[in-house]
């Protein structure tokens, strides 16, 4: 089965307690796919400038994803420069250059066209929308978004909400988009909206899925996944994205969506939103093995787990 994610291609200056990089490969789309690429075959779609050399490619190659869908265009790839102080939840933007990025309207390939697992990483919901609609074959969608246009375009991410199965998105973006301070019943309002679930990352915390009545045949009781408590968080950028790399990856990978399937895609997101914590940028993700996750996703298992 192949997963098709739509999102940023970027260039990230990240500074954090435990150090400093100034251009190291980052982008919403990138953590995703890396992340998604150890449970199925992996497209992407974005665009990059001509700064994005052979080398950025690479790292996409050796991994088997599909980046035939990355466009180049002349000009400067998207650029993002944040820090993190204590709080490994919250990142201060310091710095974003559109580049290239600023004109992104994604047209999907005819040969990804048929792909039947999607995932909308974080851009404008107007785009999100039109490429879903290119996608309209698709079995299951998957969607992020941010605070930026939940106040800036409430009305378009309100068409984008329709479109989704699942809707991935951290605590305090699901509390401002329902606007309501209980989680729980943020999250009763948001799948009012449309997702059929609603995944909520909790950052080192772990993360929850509500689910809306029936959803899936599956759906009733909310569900709750672990991560894993590490002392030193080196670089929290793309945890996230890897979340939804890894619980995509999985549901991709697997025939049927069934309950036990969906709480194990919320384990191996976990999963991957760990190991991208560990070291800067992607270099966690890119020296990762199938190995390290499934002993990880043992540990995680015992971390919860009761007889
Ligand atoms: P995360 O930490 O999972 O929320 O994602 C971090 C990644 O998102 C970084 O690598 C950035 O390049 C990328 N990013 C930051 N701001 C934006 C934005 N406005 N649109 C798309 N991607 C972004």
Redesign the pocket.
């Known amino acids: 089965m192949s997963l098709l994610v739509v999102?940023?291609v970027?260039f990230?200056a990240i500074q954090t307690p435990y150090g400093k990089v100034d251009r190291i490969l980052?982008?919403?789309a990138?953590?995703f796919s890396l992340a998604a690429s150890f449970f199925t075959d992996v497209q992407v779609v974005g665009v990059v400038g001509t700064d994005f050399s052979e080398k950025e490619e690479q790292v996409f190659r050796a991994h088997g994803i599909d980046i035939s869908g990355i466009v180049r265009e002349n000009g400067k790839s998207?650029f993002?420069a944040g820090e993190y102080g204590e709080n490994v939840n919250e990142?201060k933007?310091l710095d974003?250059q559109l580049g290239v990025f600023a004109a992104f309207n994604p047209q999907i390939p005819l040969q990804y066209r048929k792909s039947q697992y999607l995932f909308l990483a974080?851009?404008d919901p107007v785009l999100q929308v039109n490429v879903r609609k290119q996608m309209n074959g698709a079995k299951f969608v998957g969607g992020d978004t941010?605070n930026?246009w939940i106040t800036g375009k409430p009305e378009e991410l309100a068409e984008m909400l329709k479109t989704v199965d699942a809707l991935l998105i951290n605590d305090t973006e699901a509390k401002m988009l329902a606007k309501d301070a209980s989680l729980p019943r943020a999250a009763q309002k948001i799948l009012k909206l449309g997702p059929k679930a609603l995944v909520i990352k909790h950052g080192e915390y772990g993360a929850t899925v509500f689910f809306q009545d029936g959803a899936f045949g599956i759906g009733r009781h909310p569900f709750r996944a672990p991560t894993l408590p590490i002392e030193v968080v080196t670089d929290?950028?793309?945890?996230?994205?890897s979340f939804a790399g890894g619980f995509m990856g999985y549901i991709a990978s697997q025939d049927k969506l069934t309950r036990e399937v969906f709480k194990r895609a919320m384990f191996y997101g976990g999963v991957m939103g760990s190991f991208a914590v560990e070291d800067f940028g992607t270099e966690r993700l890119q020296k990762l093995t199938r190995e390290e996750i499934e002993e990880r996703y043992k540990t995680f298992r015992e971390l919860t787990h009761i007889d």
């Open positions: 999102g940023s970027a990230d980052g982008g919403a990138t953590y998207f993002w990142a933007t974003t974080n851009i941010m930026f929290p950028t793309g945890a996230g994205d």
